[in-house]
Each structure stands twice: as C-alpha cells, then as structure tokens.
C-alpha cells in the first residue's frame, strides 16, 4: 500500500509518469529527453519528504543499462536478458543433471523454476514453459 502511494504521489503531485515498483523496489523509465537527472533528483525529494530512507546500494540512476529484479535492461540495445552469472550457474545447474542418471524430483523442480524465470526474457524458452 504505501508503494502504491508512493507512485501515486510521484505521478499525480509532481508528474513522473512509468513508475513501477515490486515491494520496496521502484523502477522510472524516463525518454533521453526528459532529462532523468531532473527525474532522480525529484524522486530522491519525494523520498526525504515523506521521511523514506533510500538505500545506497540500490539507488542507481539515470543509465542506459540497469539490473532490476534478477534481469538486465539495455536501452541501448533494446533488450532484457539475464545476467552472465546467472547463465553460467543455469547452465551448470542442468550440466550437473545430465551427467547423472537419476535425480530427486525436488532437484528438478529447482532447475524448472530457474529456467522459467529464465524464460521471461529468453523468448524461445516459453514455448516450453507449461506445467
């Protein structure tokens, strides 16, 4: 709820317009011409005026390309994908259950539900993706 309101205010009191958030974490995609200098600084106001702290760790911003809930997003190339480490562990994650003859189902189910996350921005993967 207090997100919700959070988005609310940012968009209908100061006019930030493709505010997302998921829990606690908030994400404004902003056109190279609306200046996201202007955007952060304005978000990073709304913040301390409703006395929310912001954690540096997660506060990134304006870029081009950003890690946001596990997937990357490039501006510049238009596109999601995964991180590279996150496709090294997968891919070792199934090496490791084809080199082995059995495996417990709850291993398994582990391996389906990383790969359908990975099928979120692996577009050919979802072909695959029913249960």
Sequence with gaps: MLSEAIVW???HKYGIKNMLHLL??????DSPDDGG????????????RLKIPLSVNKTVGPVQEIEYLGFILDLNRLEARLPQEKVLRFMEMIRSLLNRRKCKKC????????MSFASRVVIPGRTFAHY
């Design 107 to 114: 291993e398994l189910l582990v391996v389906l539900g990383h």
């Design 24 to 29: 606690d974490d908030f994400f404004v995609v």
């Design 9 to 11: 205010i940012a968009e």
């Design 37 to 48: 200098e202007r955007t952060s600084a304005m978000i990073s106001f709304i913040f301390n």
